[in-house]
């Protein structure tokens, strides 16, 4: 199967996109392959609507061009699932989102999530998506205070600083899962796990796993809940 990861940010540089490469390959199911694109044009992170807004349109135009290219399914590389409803809308091949899949996957592994995010502007709306998915009384959702291009900066002191949310969230509301809610935060779970001793899903490795399985199980988004939009002039 061939998948398209969508980074829909303008900022990271070839490093950062060779990191993920390597993440989803080690990752990847046997024959299953890659590409990852980045957006040339919208927003250099993703940390309010706005900016999510600003995403959107770069993010749609990859999904159709992967489509028309003959790939298999999208992933849409933000956890915050930045245009994703408008993206399932406009194709016929599965586009995932890193967030979706993994409250999903945390609802088949535990029951009190915490979520952990970049900074408090970005939770109430991290908290509108996250209610579609679970009861408000069983998740919680603590910023870093780190900016989303700064994670990967000392990524010592952002898992430093993950245990601790997390160790305390523990204690404090009985947390028994965890999220890594930015893709910032990706191929840090595995040692955030070991310390924190819960299940700690890491987006990246979630959308992954989820759009090879929708490929494989040949599904994709309903046409009744995500119809294509009419036949119109749009402009920008």
Not at 32 to 60: F, L, M, Q, W
Not at 78 to 99: R, S, T
Not at 104 to 115: D, P, S, T, Y
Request: hydrophobic content about 45%; glycine content about 6%; proline content about 7%.
């Amino acid at each position: 199967m061939k998948i398209l990861w969508i980074v829909p940010i303008t900022s990271p540089g070839d490093a950062q996109i060779n990191k993920t490469a390597s993440l989803l390959k080690r990752h990847a199911y046997p024959g299953t392959e890659i590409i990852i694109r980045k957006v040339s044009r919208g927003t250099e992170s993703i940390e309010s609507r706005v900016d999510e807004a600003y995403a959107t349109i770069p993010i749609i135009e990859e999904v159709l061009k992967a489509e028309q290219e003959g790939f298999d399914a999208c992933i849409i590389g933000c956890a915050g699932d930045a245009g994703l409803a408008a993206a399932k809308e406009a194709a016929h091949i599965p586009v995932v989102g890193p967030g979706e899949a993994s409250l999903l996957i945390a609802q088949l592994i535990g029951r009190r999530v915490v979520l952990l995010t970049t900074l408090p502007e970005r939770i109430p709306s991290i908290e509108e998506k996250v209610t579609r998915f679970i009861p408000r009384p069983q998740f919680f959702i603590y910023p870093v205070n780190i900016p989303v291009v700064e994670l990967q900066m000392n990524v010592e002191k952002t898992i430093d600083t993950l245990v601790e949310i997390i160790l305390k969230s523990k204690e404090r509301d009985q947390a028994d899962t965890a999220i890594l809610a930015c893709l910032g935060m990706k191929g840090m779970a595995e040692e955030v796990q070991r310390q924190v001793k819960i299940p700690v899903i890491d987006p990246a490795l979630a959308a992954l796993e989820m759009a090879q399985a929708l490929v494989t199980m040949k599904l994709s988004q309903a046409k009744r809940i995500y119809p294509f939009p009419p036949l119109k002039r749009r402009f920008l």
